[in-house]
């Protein structure tokens, strides 16, 4: 089965703070996800990456950059945490598109709840 | 750009009865993919069913099916025999299924109680 991993589940940070939210995935997929989960909002995509070193901007990127330096990996950063980012992180993943494995399909972390004071 | 939108954001369903869960796309493609993934109370997101755009039948796993129309551009969740394991947000979901990477748009989501 394919597991995607993010390394926090709670997390309570300051104002100003900078936060890393880690993601490791173990199905060798070549596209990694970042969304931000809002009550009345739905999935946001803040940032996505289609291999290791390249990013793209999603549909809310400010205050965020991520970071893929391996393959399994892909990192959230919040360079200096600011209230309004107070929400639930959820990383994702799947392959590369036109393959095989590729059945369109997301396969889901449990989630990173992160709450700033 | 693609819109997925939920206009329902909750409903409830008495245990072992029948719920229909309704979404709307709009996009300018013919070929896409259509997702329902479910999220339970902290827990994962999982996929619920997927429907191909160019195949016509509806897609059915299980207790889950679908009623898609394209020319209507709607996507509704048919739920059977409701258990309370099904008590859940739902989020619609579209995607193009063309090469390399491409963005998924989720719809902002459907709480379903289930009434024991």
């Known amino acids: 089965d394919v597991k995607v991993t993010q390394s926090s589940r709670y997390l309570v940070k300051r104002t100003g703070e900078k936060v890393f939210l880690e993601c490791v995935q173990d199905m060798d997929h070549e596209n990694m996800f970042w969304y931000r989960q809002d009550p009345g909002l739905g999935l946001r995509l803040i940032y996505f990456?289609?291999?290791?070193?390249?990013?793209e901007k999603g549909d809310i990127p400010e205050g965020y950059s991520v970071s893929r330096e391996k393959k399994e990996r892909f990192s959230l950063i919040l360079e200096s945490a600011s209230t309004n980012q107070t929400s639930m992180y959820l990383c994702?993943?799947?392959?590369?598109?036109?393959?095989?494995?590729?059945?369109?399909?997301?396969?889901f972390g449990e989630g990173s709840r992160l709450t700033v004071l | 750009a693609q819109t997925v939108t939920q206009s329902q954001p909750e409903m409830s369903v008495q245990e072992a009865e029948t719920v229909t869960l309704s979404c709307t796309y709009d996009?300018?493609?013919?070929?896409?993919?259509l997702f329902w993934y479910k999220q339970p109370p902290s827990r994962q997101m999982i996929l619920v069913i997927r429907q191909e755009a160019y195949k016509q039948q509806n897609a059915t796993e299980n207790r889950f099916s679908v009623n898609f129309q394209k020319a209507a551009k709607s996507f509704s969740l048919k739920i059977s025999d409701s258990q309370l394991g099904d008590a859940a947000m739902y989020f619609c979901a579209y995607r193009r299924p063309t090469g390399g990477y491409q963005k998924v748009t989720f719809g902002t989501g459907t709480k379903l109680q289930v009434i024991p």
């Open positions: 994702a993943s799947y392959p590369m598109g036109g393959s095989r494995r590729n059945t369109g399909e997301l396969f």
């Open positions: 990456s289609y291999d290791v070193k390249m990013k």
């Open positions: 996009t300018s493609e013919s070929d896409y993919y």
